[in-house]
């Protein structure tokens, strides 16, 4: 079998690792396409995962526009010359048209309700959707679900372990609070509320008063703020994510990773998601609009005070799965 992953977005880079070395080491040939986002294309250079960077994150309606043109066209070109037997990836805005072009069936990984406009034109282009089984959104064609999250490809007991040691890289010792923003510039992000410059600012200076804290951010801090930004190796981050007290921010990714780690998180966010109310279930979870910062601080403070309630991990995992040996079977 010849395989084609397309990475749009670091996590992918996480979802699909594992899958990538099952598949190689069953005799498959895997070849991998990149868009540079963020750190995705530093985290495939610190895996040593060969790969082709065929786009680079545009801003705005009309860049991500010409961004996605650009993008399939240079997909399908070598689509024509590595002939794969399938086209896979999380969100499939262009494995999808072009595997259908192309006549090559692609496999779509998606977790996202919200991202209904892309959504209503991939899922009945794809050959098959996978979605977690709490995906609350509808899916037009073939949809396959499995008990579990993104996250638990990569961090299930089965793919990960905490190493305290690790933290030595980041400079970091517990206790701590990781806060994580995002740069919200894709398509789906347009038009969010989302928290300004002066929210970020209360929500650290708060945290501050409570703990030690880290920042990860995909856009530019104020000064005062750079000198919080979490510093070391980007393929390590989830080191930082499984030893820390609390994790809060507007990373839908972020706080899901957290939660599979048994890290209380905190999402502020105007996106609602059905992983994050099957995490919110199990304890593990609070989300909170942008609006409503001031109500998160119960949460917060409640999470570093108590962490998340006992047990809440462990139910969690009894019920999902090895989401990456889901996929290899």
């Not at 960077?53 to 996605?68: D, M, P």
């Not at 034109?121 to 396959?144: K, M």
């Not at 969010?192 to 703990?211: N, P, W, Y």
Request: with cysteine; aromatic share 8%; glycine share 8%.
């Amino acid at each position: 079998m010849r395989i084609l992953i397309d990475i749009l977005h670091p996590a992918h880079v996480h979802f699909f690792k594992h899958f990538r070395t099952e598949m190689l080491d069953r005799g498959h040939e895997v070849l991998v396409t990149a868009r540079e986002k963020d750190v995705a294309v530093d985290l495939l250079e610190e895996l040593g995962i060969p790969h082709e960077v065929i786009s680079t994150q545009r801003s705005g309606l009309f860049g991500l526009a010409g961004e996605l043109a650009q993008r399939s066209y240079r997909l399908a070109r070598i689509a024509r010359r590595f002939r794969p037997t399938v086209l896979t990836g999380i969100m499939g805005v262009a494995i999808a048209p072009v595997g259908r072009m192309l006549r090559i069936p692609s496999v779509v990984f998606y977790d996202s309700e919200f991202a209904d406009r892309t959504n209503r034109i991939v899922y009945p282009l794809a050959s098959a959707v996978c979605t977690p089984d709490a995906y609350q959104g509808r899916v037009r064609g073939n949809h396959l679900t499995y008990p579990g999250y993104h996250e638990l490809a990569y961090l299930h007991p089965n793919r990960f372990t905490a190493r305290p040691e690790s933290l030595a890289q980041f400079g970091l010792s517990p206790p701590f609070a990781l806060v994580r923003f995002v740069s919200w510039e894709a398509s789906h992000d347009l038009g969010r509320s989302v928290l300004g410059m002066t929210a970020k600012r209360d929500l650290i200076t708060r945290l501050l008063e409570r703990v030690p804290v880290v920042v990860s951010s995909e856009s530019a801090l104020p000064h005062d703020l750079e000198r919080l930004r979490l510093r070391g190796p980007a393929g390590e981050i989830h080191q930082v994510l499984a030893q820390a007290a609390v994790v809060v921010g507007d990373s839908g990714t972020m706080v899901s990773e957290a939660a599979v780690l048994g890290t209380p998180a905190v999402l502020i966010s105007p996106m609602r998601a059905g992983v994050h109310d099957d995490q919110i279930d199990y304890g593990l979870l609070a989300r909170f609009e942008p609006e409503a910062l001031h109500d998160a601080w119960g949460a917060i403070s409640g999470f570093l005070d108590s962490g998340p309630p006992p047990g809440a991990l462990t139910r969690m995992l009894v019920d999902k799965t090895d989401v990456t040996e889901w996929m290899a079977t």
